[in-house]
């Protein structure tokens, strides 16, 4: 059974700082894994998509990689601003269906 | 551009009554449908997917069913709710088959009292 774990649960930076959010994964027979962004009472938006054969995507000022074989992901967000301050969600689509696995999630909150 | 849409966007119901959400894409044909429920402390689940009209994939056994009568509508049922229904609601969709970037609604957050 897949399983997707996110620490930290919680994470607090001052504004400006780089920061590094992790994801792992227990079975690296996987499709893609997507980060998402959720706001408070909000829906899901997503961030960034890695395919299984893929390294790494970027887009502004967020990294995402992937080590499939090791079951990690990290989500890299440079010069971190107030407006960052969300919940960041990791999951995994398994292989032979259609379901995503989701972590729990990090709570990043920027302080200005 | 493509969009997704659920209403409502909140619902306070009573134990044992019936329950209809509804959710709709825009700007695609033939999406994967999704409907995923979110409970404090329980992180996402998901609950149904359609690959096509008519076509309803459970995952988890629950007093809830999923219809899809269009190609661009997933509708989230329940002929009589419990408490433990209670949660932030969403529906998502991804391009057809394939490993595809999900997306996902606004939610419904839903009360059952």
């Known amino acids: 059974k897949q399983e997707v774990t996110q620490i930290p649960a919680a994470l607090s930076v001052p504004e400006g700082e780089n920061l590094v959010l992790n994801c792992s994964f227990t079975d690296s027979a996987i499709y893609n894994l997507q980060w998402f962004r959720q706001d408070p009472g909000k829906g899901l938006t997503s961030l960034l998509l890695?395919?299984?054969?893929?390294r790494e995507q970027t887009s502004g000022r967020l990294n995402a990689s992937l080590d499939k074989s090791s079951g990690r992901s990290t989500l890299y967000i440079a010069a971190s601003q107030p407006g960052d301050s969300a919940t960041y969600l990791c999951?995994?689509?398994?292989?032979?269906?259609?379901?995503?696995?989701f972590g729990q999630g990090t709570r990043l909150t920027i302080n200005p | 551009s493509q969009t997704i849409h659920q209403w409502p966007a909140t619902l306070v119901q009573p134990v044992g009554s019936p329950l209809s959400l509804e959710c709709t894409v825009e700007?695609?044909?033939?999406?994967?449908l999704y409907w995923y429920r979110q409970a404090a402390g329980r992180g996402l689940q998901l609950l149904f997917y359609s690959v096509g009209i008519g076509q309803i994939s459970s995952e988890v056994p629950q007093n809830l069913s999923a219809s899809r009568p269009q190609d661009r509508q997933f509708i989230l049922s329940s002929k009589k709710l419990l408490l433990s229904d209670s949660g932030f609601y969403l529906c998502?969709?991804?391009?057809?088959?394939?490993?595809?970037?999900?997306?996902f609604g606004p939610g419904t957050r839903l009360t059952v009292l």
């Open positions: 998502a969709w991804s391009a057809g088959l394939g490993h595809n970037e999900q997306f």
């Open positions: 700007g695609t044909s033939n999406p994967n």
């Open positions: 890695i395919q299984s054969s893929q």
């Open positions: 999951a995994v689509l398994i292989q032979g269906a259609q379901k995503l696995v």
